[in-house]
């Protein structure tokens, strides 16, 4: 505002001094081509107060003029810094929120880092869980497939025990069929019969 004052001021002075020096032209030209005679400073006299009223009159409208002019220059300015002042405030505004949204960002690229780790470390103990519930697994169908083959070996034996028996058994009536004579069997009751005697 002091500015355009000293300005508003100079134009004022610019005004007022241009308006003498025409003054002081005109009454050189004046004086000139009258060639000094008296009317002339009656003319003069004239002149210079028409002149006179004419700077002051420039110098008025100068001032009234300026002052209008330079209130909307002021006000110009006035507005010119306040946009600068809320385009800054807006910019710092954006700048803030930019670093807000920029932490936010790390801080979530942050949680999904760790929510990747901790999926990947459940999986990994699951993986586990399931290769150790296997192999438990696998260790009991192993035992159960054992017990299974000896039980089946047992029953197996058994059977091939019985036919072996019976087999023997098959073969001694046959033997016995076949070399085992009526005085055989005499003698064999003959025999019983004695040992029974000597029991009672």
């Known amino acids: 505002m002091d500015m355009f004052g000293k300005r508003s001021h100079k134009a004022v002075a610019k005004a007022v001094l241009l308006s003498f020096l025409l003054l002081m032209v005109a ?30 009159l420039v110098a008025i409208l100068a001032y009234f003029v300026t002052k209008p002019i330079k209130k909307g220059l002021s006000g110009r300015t006035e507005s010119i810094e306040k946009n600068l002042t809320e385009a800054r405030k807006a910019q710092e505004e954006a700048e803030a929120k930019f670093a807000e949204y920029d932490e936010k960002l790390e801080k979530a690229s942050a949680e999904i880092d760790d929510i990747y780790a901790s999926i990947k470390r459940e999986g990994e103990l699951e993986r586990d869980r399931i290769i150790e519930g296997a192999q438990k697994m696998a260790a009991k169908m192993e035992k159960e497939a054992q ?52 029991l009672h």
Do not use: P
């Open 147 to 198: 017990k299974t083959a000896e039980v089946e070996v047992a029953k197996a034996k058994s059977e091939l025990q019985d036919k072996a028996v019976n087999l023997a058994i098959e073969i001694a009536e046959d033997i016995l069929e076949k070399n085992f004579t009526t005085e055989d069997h005499s003698r064999l009751v003959d025999e019983y019969m004695q040992k029974v005697g000597e």
């Open 27 to 56: 009454s050189s030209v004046l004086a000139a081509g009258n060639g000094g005679h008296a009317e002339s400073g009656a003319v003069m006299k004239d002149f210079f107060w028409r002149c006179l009223n004419f700077a002051v």
